[in-house]
């Protein structure tokens, strides 16, 4: 069976190439761009969304990185997905939070600082900045008793979670008002696997 993976890790993808690499699978990496690359008959035939990542594995074909690290956790890493299905409730939650409090808020600013550069519109940052801080005290809180989001051992919760917030060492968000969160991106961020994804242009 082959499994080929499509996006860089200069993108939202790189949580994929996180998790793949995570699992140890061999697979097919085809670099694919978030521009052009992305919006081709070929790539629009794996992901009609014309977005990255995407996944092939065998004859399971999956977009969305959240769905596709829950998947290949599940399939080819079990140490890495909860064994309960209350814990393994609690890493969709977790991952579905990500998406849903982090994300939107990061990419405000990740828009201004990146995309706007010549007229960035201050008051956006600082909105976000500030619709920020209740997710991560929230996170910051949780942390406080737990090495990783489910206890003791990196799970695909944290793979999740950190993944999404890897945009916040771009964006360089101060993380020094959350003291567990910093201690927890170390941990997670220090993985080999992601040092390898991160090559992966």
Not at 13 to 31: D, F, K, N, P, Q
Not at 42 to 64: K, M, Q
Not at 96 to 112: G, L
């Amino acid at each position: 069976m082959t499994t080929t993976i499509y996006g860089v890790s200069g993108s939202r993808a790189i949580r994929s190439l996180w998790a793949i690499e995570e699992v140890g699978l061999e697979y097919t990496h085809v670099a694919t761009h978030f521009f052009k690359d992305s919006k081709t008959d070929d790539y629009l035939s794996v992901n009609p969304n014309g977005r990255i990542p995407a996944l092939v594995d065998g004859d399971v074909t999956l977009f969305e990185s959240m769905a596709i690290n829950l998947y290949l956790t599940k399939k080819y890493a079990p140490a890495l997905y909860p064994e309960s299905e209350g814990e393994q409730a609690k890493a969709i939650q977790w991952s579905v939070w990500a998406i849903s409090e982090i994300e939107p808020q990061q990419m405000q600013i990740v828009i201004q600082k990146f995309f706007n550069r010549d007229n960035i519109d201050q008051s956006t940052i600082d909105s976000a900045t500030g619709n920020l801080q209740r997710p991560m005290a929230v996170l910051n809180e949780h942390l406080a008793d737990r090495e990783y989001l489910l206890g003791d051992s990196f799970t695909v919760a944290d793979l999740n979670v950190s993944g999404v917030m890897l945009l916040m060492q771009m964006i360089e968000f101060d993380l020094s008002a959350y003291p567990n969160i910093k201690n927890w991106t170390e941990r997670c961020y220090s993985r080999d696997a992601l040092k390898r994804a991160q090559s992966l242009d």
